[in-house]
């Protein structure tokens, strides 16, 4: 039962680098989120998208890109990096339908940007 | 716009104490209320649930009542054990057709010493 995959687990970035966090799902979910934890802060939703094709910003987009070409993958694409992103990244995935649907979490990034 | 506050932690409790973590939501509508737990090095799982007024959910002996007078959901737990040391979260959802997506609150660190 793989569930919510998230690779890395810990990343260090220089400043302006670029990279990808991946996220796969093999619970054919149509929803997927990513969120990021900062402390005193909670979660806080970055992106998220209710189908493959589909995408939408969060409460805190800026500075990450998304997209989501099947149902299973939903990467998060840092541009250019900034010590703001040095936070700890979630990806969730559910199903669509009903009001109480349970997130499924992977087990997270820890990604630090020097 | 919706939002969740939390008690702030951490939270240190004695083995077999009473716990309560207060949680209060601003919302639109009707939403649906969630507490998510998450363990050291883990990312986050559901505890319990409730999607409409007066409704009780309720888990390992965790309780909670979503009280639309007082827009509040208060986790509860009647004697805490060492392993309930973890960070609970109250979330906000049942947005229509966007599946699990959640507001957060900022999360209370419970430490049970025995």
């Known amino acids: 039962n793989a569930g919510v995959t998230q690779t890395p687990k810990f990343q260090v970035l220089k400043t302006g680098q670029s990279m990808t966090l991946q996220c796969a799902q093999d619970m054919n979910h149509e929803y997927m989120s990513w969120y990021r934890q900062d402390p005193g802060m909670g979660l806080r939703l970055i992106h998220y998208s209710v189908g493959a094709g589909i995408t939408d910003q969060g409460e805190v987009p800026n500075g990450y890109n998304v997209s989501r070409s099947t149902t299973e993958d939903f990467p998060l694409r840092l541009l250019s990096a900034a010590p703001s992103q040095t936070s700890v990244y979630f990806c969730?995935?559910?199903?669509?339908?009903?009001?109480?649907?349970?997130?499924?979490f992977g087990s997270g990034t820890q990604l630090s940007v020097l | 716009g919706d939002s969740v506050t939390q008690m702030e932690g951490p939270v240190t409790l004695s083995e077999e104490a009473f716990l309560t973590i207060n949680c209060t939501y601003t919302?639109?509508?009707?939403?649906?209320l969630f507490w998510y737990v998450q363990y050291p090095g883990e990312g986050l799982q559901l505890l319990l649930k409730a999607t409409k007024a007066d409704d009780k959910g309720s888990n390992k002996g965790f309780e909670a009542t979503y009280r639309k007078e007082t827009t509040s959901f208060h986790l509860e737990k009647g004697s805490v054990q060492v392993s309930d040391s973890a960070v609970y979260f109250c979330?906000?959802?049942?947005?229509?057709?966007?599946?699990?997506?959640?507001?957060f609150g900022q999360g209370t660190e419970l430490s049970v010493k025995p």
């Open positions: 979330a906000l959802g049942g947005f229509y057709n966007q599946g699990g997506k959640l507001i």
């Open positions: 919302a639109t509508g009707y939403p649906s």
């Open positions: 969730a995935s559910s199903y669509i339908g009903q009001r109480d649907e349970k997130l499924f």
